[in-house]
């Protein structure tokens, strides 16, 4: 982790690079630091290098392959068949939970495949309301997960929220006015193949598994390869570069899927939330650039209660404020598409706790924590939604 100011921040990131540590490097400018993993025969030259550019350093985990490991050997002796909401989960297990969950709650959720991966799995979406019916009839809110297959705290978190909706295991009368206004879809993992392969081959792989021509390297980073500002600042056209854009916008079989499904019905959708982990911070488009859209301090005062709710349930800290000028440039994002092109006025993309201390490798203790609080953050972003917009429309009495 090292800590800077603007100018030492650009430093750090060209020493990452040219220390080639683009596996794992995370930025947070409003808390001025740059996550990087240094290899142990790297580790005298990197601290060197570093303390000659003036930039502080400390080690916040020091055996990432040690955590790896201990989480595999817990999980494997944790394998049971059935969906545990308190652990992480195999891509089959999430798969048989979405069809138990559209079975045994048809009367309020649909599950659909919207398409195939290029190892053919399902690219699923599930859709809650009450009095369900075949299409969305109600103002769509819309969330999806684990774009990044690493990035396994943003499909936990999504399997907490999507518990909850359904199940309402608390009774609350808030849910089911939430079930009567809205239509919730929820797009667990939009990048199957890649997640898969984070349980089997390599816990830290971010791209598909699509084979790119005329490369050895494999994978598309499915969050650079959305049709609006393709190709920008923050892609790669190197195919073996973590942040690679595909050969062009939509090249991609799980884009694509998504694509069809919001053109579809994008007039409907009230609110869009992409999940990612992490750094804490609720971020509004563009990442492209410095642009920002003609709402955008309607989605900013929005995130300001998302982000205060969240505090208030365990003191969890979250920054807010453009893509671009909060995190890093990132042009070609879901976020910048899906408001700047199909004009859905209110979008965010999510990066999910923590702050570095464990990273990608979040431990399973916090996975209902991190659902929880997020859910109370959604909770009260669509209380001031619905009552803003009118959108609440129910026989329950709504305290807000």
């Known amino acids: 982790s090292s800590g800077f100011n603007a100018e030492y921040g650009e430093r750090a990131l060209s020493l990452a690079e040219e220390h080639d540590l683009s596996e794992w490097v995370e930025l947070n400018r409003p808390k001025r630091y740059v996550d990087v993993m240094v290899h142990p025969e790297g580790r005298a030259r990197f601290a060197r290098a570093a303390e000659d550019a003036g930039i502080e ?28 909401y308190t652990q992480f989960n195999t891509f089959e297990k999430i798969e048989k939970e979405l069809k138990h969950i559209s079975r045994a709650h048809s009367n309020i959720a649909r599950l ?34 684990g774009i990044h297959a690493r990035e396994w ?6 399997m907490y929220i999507i518990n909850e909706v359904v199940k309402n295991p608390r009774n609350d009368p808030l849910i089911r006015a939430f079930r009567d ?17 984070t349980w089997t081959h390599d816990r830290l792989w971010r791209k598909n598994r699509a084979p790119n021509a005329n490369s ?20 790669s056209a190197n195919p073996c570069d973590i942040d690679y854009r595909g050969r062009r916008p939509f090249s991609e079989l799980e884009t694509q899927a998504v694509k069809q499904w919001i053109e579809e019905y994008k007039s409907k959708i009230v609110l869009y939330i992409n999940f990612h982990a992490y750094g804490q911070l609720w971020m509004t488009p563009y990442g492209y650039s410095r642009d920002t859209p003609s709402n955008e301090s309607e989605m900013l005062d929005y995130s300001q209660i998302a982000v205060d709710a969240i505090r208030n349930v365990r003191g969890t800290e ?29 979008a965010y993309t999510v990066e999910l706790p ?4 464990h ?28 009552s803003d917009k009118k959108l609440l429309r129910t026989q329950e009495i709504v305290v807000v």
């Not at 399902?122 to 019916?133: F, P, Q």
């Not at 206004?181 to 392969?197: A, E, I, Q």
């Not at 979250?318 to 700047?340: C, N």
């Not at 923590?354 to 201390?357: A, I, K, S, T, Y």
């Open 57 to 84: 350093t400390s080690v916040m985990i020091h055996d990432v392959e040690d955590i790896i490991t201990r989480h595999v050997i817990r999980r494997r002796n944790a394998d049971n068949e059935k969906y545990d």
């Open 354 to 357: 923590d702050r570095g201390q």
């Open 153 to 158: 705290v943003s499909v936990s978190t999504i």
């Open 318 to 346: 979250y920054d807010f404020g453009p893509v671009y000028t909060t995190i890093y440039p990132a042009s070609s994002i879901s976020v910048d598409w899906v408001r700047g092109a199909e004009k859905v006025l209110i």
């Open 216 to 235: 050895r390297c494999v994978g598309v980073d499915l969050n650079r390869n959305w049709d609006y500002k393709w190709g920008g600042e923050g892609t």
């Open 112 to 145: 659909v495949s919207m398409g195939l991966t290029n190892e053919h799995r399902h690219l699923y979406a599930l859709r809650v309301t009450n009095h369900i019916g075949p299409k969305p009839t109600k103002p769509i809110v819309l969330i999806d997960a």
């Open 181 to 197: 206004s809205y239509d919730f879809v929820f797009m667990p993992v939009l990048n199957p193949d890649g997640y898969v392969y």
């Open 359 to 386: 990273g990608f490798i979040t431990p399973e203790s916090e996975i209902t924590p991190i659902g929880h609080e997020t859910w109370k953050g959604i909770e009260k972003l669509l209380i001031a939604l619905g």
